[in-house]
């Protein structure tokens, strides 16, 4: 069983910046691939981005690719996500998981095996 939370979240305003960490439990972090979504009112939950279990391998939605950035630390079983350039439409809470599968860049809600409690991100215009 893995156990994550989130912290970081808040209120910014359009054009600023945050950073979201999710912190993990376990001594196996490394060999979980970790993804950020997001779920915005009346909305599906959606992938944001993934980094692979070493982090070498990364992926993004096309409407946060150059401005959003995941990172782990393996070390400190934690993953982030830094959010540059935040719009208004990316008002949302966001979720960490993580996926068994190690070399995976899941893009779906049905990869992940477990999941934070999420934190909310309000992006003011």
């Known amino acids: 069983q893995v156990q994550l939370v989130e912290s970081g979240g808040g209120l910014v305003q359009a054009g600023g910046s945050l950073r979201l960490s999710c912190a993990t439990s376990?001594?196996?972090?490394?060999?979980?691939?970790m993804g950020w979504f997001r779920q915005a009112p009346g909305k599906e939950r959606e992938l944001v981005a993934v980094?692979?279990?070493?982090?070498?391998?990364?992926d993004y939605a096309d409407s946060v690719k150059g401005r959003f950035a995941i990172s782990r630390d393996n070390a400190k079983t934690t993953v982030y996500l830094q959010m540059n350039s935040v719009k208004p439409e990316d008002t949302a809470v966001y979720y960490c998981a993580a996926d068994r599968i190690t070399f995976r860049l899941g893009r779906t809600v049905a990869s992940y095996d477990y999941w934070g409690q999420g934190t909310q991100v309000t992006v003011s215009s």
């Open positions: 980094i692979s279990g070493s982090g070498g391998s990364t």
């Open positions: 376990g001594r196996t972090f490394s060999i979980y691939a």
